[in-house]
């Protein structure tokens, strides 16, 4: 390793050679000639690594170059295309529009209600094991009591939730695995809100789990869309709208789902 | 307890005529294949015409509620309209930069687009009918920040007024022969119309100046056509002609634009930006339009506010008012239209049916008729 900038102070004290310019020139000529006979000849690994970083820069250099013939001819470019998202002047440059309000067309929705109440993105799912679902917990003085149950799978409990003195709480749910929010996406706009929970509405694996708020894949859930903005066709706003579970909660660590419009 | 009291008696001109709030949609109007921008009834009330997202503007025909031309030669959105006093002539402009000259009589368009501006027309005004009986004069205000006075007939640009530093976004043209043109550099400019020289700016606002109103925009809109027959009207405003302005700083201002460059009051209450303003056709009333889904009514006279239209769930985008002065209209984000009634100051009608936001209402001034046009596409007709 150099101790010093000594090259630097050497080209100081007593410049460069004198064909120093001839060889840079000559050396970048033949640059890309170098690089070609490498692009041939590296193999494997190396070859792959090569060959993807010269692709990576070839896109580069279409990029500027497409742009340098764009800023060339300036007169065409009041000419834009027209755009979709046409707005009126006053809303013309305005942040905070978030494009994310939904055609609230209730005749679309209520034709689809008409198609099947349940019709959901989930139609099936597979049945849950209770073995799987809740483990048992041995209580009593001598541990001979087995009819304590924890949850293994991700639970909603309502807003201001206590527990049950521990003496008596047949279910417990882990904090651990409480949720209060979902990352809900709605299927039209395809795009995704983290929006709370309001209930569980339906656990189609058995009625007792959606008493106890279990969310699991498949599960329909109500969730608070009233940051949406989305409105009935009076101009109501809508507030709690349901949505199914499209992940495996309890893998993943979050919830996903997907908004029933 | 006196044996003698005095009472005071406040009468106020009212209108003759009484304008019946619409209640109903009659016509839904397909036709636009994108967004409609912006709808402008024709000053004698016979004609519709809409700008819309499709680069067309279109003309309905109001007896039949059909559409009657289709005006195709934009380039891009159609963003701004404005109707010659006389109604002879129909204006358009939009993101294309062009101004296009339109009969709407025969649904043609007179020669070519006048280019000028280098980015897109935001506001058109005729030159008001008593000053020049031919219409021939229209100013535009246009994102690059210039105001550009053309003449019609001749197809030329007259002058540029180039004193602004950032987008004008509104401009009027008074019934004193001033230009007025509020920009989002903050400040709105006083213009004289024969050659364009700054008479005076007037400064307050803090935020971007969103829309202008004059005190006489209905009797300058209207032009030579009144309620009942198409004569002259008496083009004496009841109240002096004064001009509002409304701001991005959430308040609006007051100006006795012709003699001073003073604000005659400062008028705050909107929790969010004011969109809109408009007076009322006998001058007397202002009412504003706010994204804190509020419409605020002001009184014009002692500059006082009055009260508060609550009821959107949206940010409220226009307002308008029928041609007696007892009603308000307003259309909002939430896709509704609202009728408000002066008297009681409650909401008279709720108008749903759009299917998304309202970007555009007018009321028609000789009052029979309501029409709303937004992102939905679709032209509704309103009426009683």
Known sequence: MPQNEYIERSIKLHGRRFDHEERTRKREARKVHTESHKAQRLQGIKAKIYNKKRHNEKIQLKKTIKQHAESMNKQKSAEQPVQDGAVPTYLLDRENQSRSKVLSNMVKQKRKEKAGKWDVPI???KGLDEADVFKVLKSGKRGAKQWKRMINKVTFVGEGFTRKPPKYERFIRPSALRFKKAHVTHPELKTTFCLPILGVKKNPSSPMYTQLGVITKGTVIEVNVSDLGLVTQSGKVVWGKYAQVTNHPENDGCINAVLLV | MTLE???EIKYIP??????QPVTRCSASLSG??????????SPDGSMLATGSGDTTVRIWDLKTETPRHTLSGHKNWVQSLAWAP??????SGGMDTQLRVWDPKAGKSIGDGLRGHTQCITAIAFEPLHLDKDAR????SSKDSTVRVWDIRVRQCLFTISGHTAPVMSVRWSG???????SRDKSIKVWTSDNGRLCRTLAGHAHWVNHLALTSDYILRRGPFDH?????????AAYPERLASCSDDFTLFIWDFSRDKKPLARMPGHQQLVNHIAFSPDGRFLASSSFDKSVKLWDAKTMSFMTTLRGHTGAVYQVCWSADSRKILSGSRDSTLKCWDLATKKMQVELPGHADEVFAVDWSPSGDRVASGGKDRILKLWRS
């Open chain 2, 5 to 7: 009291d005095t009472f």
């Open chain 2, 32 to 41: 636009h294949t994108e967004a409609i921008l912006v709808v402008a009834f």
């Open chain 2, 228 to 236: 009942k027959t198409t004569s002259f009207a008496d083009k004496d």
């Open chain 2, 137 to 140: 004069r229209a100013a535009t």
């Open chain 2, 176 to 182: 004193s022969g001033l230009l007025l043109s509020g």
């Open chain 1, 123 to 125: 139609p099936k799912v």
């Open chain 2, 14 to 19: 009212q209108a003759v005529f009484k304008v």
């Open chain 2, 86 to 91: 006389d109604a002879s002539v129909l204006l």
